[in-house]
Nanobody, 127 residues
């Protein structure tokens, strides 16, 4: 059974850090690119970052560039999103997703071609 399970969310003060994990099972993880998306209350879901199937290529939304780092460990079937210097506007539900296109460049922040999604993990940045 194919699964993506996010973890690592929580409440953090502005300027703090969190590391999200996306554990995959039930499919050949290293064939798939991974994207992280988020949805703030009352807003549409947006792409945050993405990484190619082999981990060589990454891309970030301008709003998180320099603060977030995406990575993956194909041996562990897990992708990560390291979030530093968190701001209140980073608050929302964070989702990981995978797509069978190994890498499609900067368009990877568009969610239309992602095949499978996790259930999300909540991130709240507040003092």
């Amino acid at each position: 059974q194919l699964q993506l399970v996010e973890s690592g969310g929580g409440l953090v003060q502005p300027g703090g850090s969190l590391r999200l994990s996306c554990a995959a099972s039930g499919f050949t993880f290293n064939y798939y690119a991974v994207g992280w998306f988020r949805q703030a209350p009352g807003k549409e879901r947006e792409g945050v970052s993405c990484i190619s199937s082999n981990g060589v290529h990454t891309h970030y939304a301008d709003s998180v560039k320099g603060r977030f780092t995406i990575s993956r460990d194909n041996a562990k079937n897990t992708a990560y999103l390291q979030m530093d210097s968190l701001k209140p506007e980073d608050t929302g539900a964070y989702y990981c997703a995978v797509e069978s296109i190994g890498w499609r460049g900067e368009t990877c922040l568009g969610e239309e071609t992602y095949d499978y999604w996790g259930q999300g993990t909540q991130v709240a940045v507040s003092s």
